[in-house]
């Protein structure tokens, strides 16, 4: 069965960098666009990143553009997610999700979050 | 403050049917399909609606999208206790080259 298991979230001081990982099991990672999708506690969604199945094409929510940086390794079967001068409201579960390539970026499937905390 | 517009909270009793709106611009949802998810309390959201109406393998018939001009609504009929839960609706946005979701509507079963 599909299966995205997040890791790497932690404590960070503000200013400071974090790279969280998601690795995948149970389907061919290559052939899939991938998201991160981030909720403060409490509060709601807000998309984060996406990058293509390739890798090739990128894309970021301006609240994070600039900071953040969304790789790949298809070999690995592992998304990355690289974020820089971390701010305290960015204190949130990051998921990763898999997009199932119907129009409209629908995110069919979803890792259980890895808590990031930006802190000093 | 999101870009596409919910109610905070619905609610309904067991059996009753109960629909929750999604409201956005030309960008989003009057130009794209809409991506409904329910997320449970302490849990990872789940898809629920895709492509505006089409309910992805698993989710039961008594879910329902639909979309019209720049709205969307979530339905559930024959409401169960199971179904408490945080409802997001979710469109792509032209103008932001990504994805947006609601505010969330947290539905009450009474």
């Known amino acids: 069965q599909v299966q995205l298991v997040e890791s790497g979230g932690g404590v960070v001081h503000p200013g400071g960098s974090l790279r969280v990982s998601c690795t995948a099991s149970g389907f061919t990672f290559s052939y899939y666009a991938m998201h991160w999708v981030r909720q403060v506690p409490g509060k709601g969604l807000e998309w984060v990143a996406l990058?293509?199945?390739?890798?090739?094409?990128?894309s970021y929510a301006d609240t994070v553009k600039g900071r953040f940086t969304i790789s790949r390794d298809n070999s690995m079967q592992t998304l990355f997610l690289q974020m820089t001068s971390l701010r305290h409201e960015e204190t949130a579960v990051y998921y990763c999700?898999?997009?199932?390539?119907?129009?409209?970026?629908?995110?069919?499937?979803w890792g259980q979050g890895t808590l990031v905390t930006v802190s000093s | 403050q999101s870009v596409l517009t919910q109610p905070p909270s619905a609610s309904g009793t067991p059996g009753q049917r109960v629909t929750i709106s999604c409201s956005g611009s030309s960008s989003n949802i009057g130009g794209n399909s809409v991506n409904w998810y329910q997320q449970l309390p302490g849990a990872a959201p789940k898809l629920l609606i895709y492509?505006?109406?089409q309910r992805p393998s698993g989710v039961p018939d008594r879910v329902s999208g639909a979309k019209s001009g720049t709205s969307a609504s979530l339905a559930i009929s024959g409401l169960q206790s199971d179904d408490e839960a945080d409802y997001y609706c979710a469109a792509w946005d032209d103008s932001l080259n990504g994805p947006v979701f609601g505010g969330g509507t947290k539905l009450t079963v009474l």
């Open positions: 990058i293509s199945s390739d890798g090739s094409r990128r």
């Open positions: 999700a898999r997009d199932l390539g119907a129009p409209g970026s629908a995110l069919d499937s």
């Open positions: 492509s505006s109406y």
